[in-house]
């Protein structure tokens, strides 16, 4: 990349070889938590049995992504907090009260594991639930989950698989675009069947159709050379990539995801009446995000 990337990625003192032995080392030990930390991607039909939709579970997301914009949280803890619960109501059915409470201590929980500066506050958060849970339940629902989950607190997010090839790509823009789809997959419950780095890799694929040259029906040379790379750490364009990448294609517009580094534009009181079987919503974060990772092989708890 020129030197225009350097907001993507900070300058590295290592060699080629160097760089691309840890990254690849790092990427081994993400693809080797996705068996641990896979939720199911059907548990709506198979596991929840009291009353619980898919739609109820994009309205969490909604509200994830409020609480996340009102107290500057980061991407990452919202995409952590969605793998709590989507892992928990893997193994759990919950009715709506519950599945409320069992929302308010993922967002907490993920808090404390990643927040950079201020980490959500229990008696905040519980005053913006119409459920009037106290701080007692919020702490209850907290250990409910961390046994059914057995402490597995530390999933592989895409976006640490999106940072694995940031150098990858030809301008900043278009990371910030892959960024962008990755914040809105989310949403769409069909893209859970695919593990992040499968997502990862197919938002950045999408995230090349905003160049011109790049608008055929195939791969286009850029892609080529990009995935190529890709290969080279790890992470393969397979059968699986492809089905991911038509899904984003179906469900989101590439000409209107916002790669700013504003705040998302998008009235987030209007969202219940957004969510529909096709989700076109606009960026949620700041498009540079604070990232305070544990390493890839560290395992903490609440």
Not at 83 to 102: E, G, I, M
Not at 132 to 149: G, R
Not at 156 to 163: E, H, I, S, T, V
Not at 270 to 282: E, G, K, W
């Amino acid at each position: 990349m020129d030197g225009s990337s350097s907001a993507c990625s900070p300058p590295c003192l290592l060699t080629g070889c160097e760089c691309v032995h840890i990254v690849k080392s790092d990427i081994k030990l993400l693809l080797a938590k996705d068996a641990i930390y896979f939720p199911k991607w059907d548990y709506v039909d198979t596991v929840q049995k009291d009353g619980m939709t898919w739609k109820m579970r994009a309205t969490v997301v909604w509200w994830f992504v409020r609480l996340a914009r009102k107290y500057d949280q980061s991407r990452d803890v919202v995409s952590h907090a969605i793998n709590l619960l989507d892992r928990y109501l893997s193994l759990v059915s919950c009715s709506p009260k519950d599945l409320k409470l069992a929302s308010t201590a993922c967002i907490i929980m993920s808090s404390k594991l990643l927040a950079d500066q201020t980490t959500l506050k229990m008696a905040e958060i519980c005053q913006h639930c119409d459920e009037n849970f106290k701080t007692s339940d919020v702490q209850c629902m907290e250990l409910k989950i961390l046994e059914a989950l057995n402490y597995y607190l530390q999933p592989a997010l895409p976006y640490d698989f999106l940072q694995a090839v940031v150098s990858f790509f030809p301008t900043p823009e278009l990371y910030l675009r892959a960024e962008g789809l990755l914040d809105k997959s989310h949403c769409v419950h069909l893209l859970l069947k695919y593990p992040p780095a499968t997502k990862a890799l197919a938002a950045s694929v999408y995230a090349f159709y905003l160049r011109e040259c790049c608008r055929s029906t195939g791969l286009c040379s850029c892609i080529r050379s990009f995935l190529a790379q890709a290969s080279a750490i790890g992470l393969v364009f397979e059968k699986s990539t492809q089905e991911c990448l038509s899904l984003m294609k179906r469900f989101f517009n590439h000409s209107q995801i916002n790669t700013s580094n504003s705040s998302c534009c998008l009235d987030l009181a209007q969202a219940p009446t957004c969510l529909s079987t096709r989700y076109i919503v606009s960026e949620w974060f700041p498009s540079v995000s604070s990232r305070k990772r544990p390493r890839p092989d560290e395992t903490q708890s609440v």
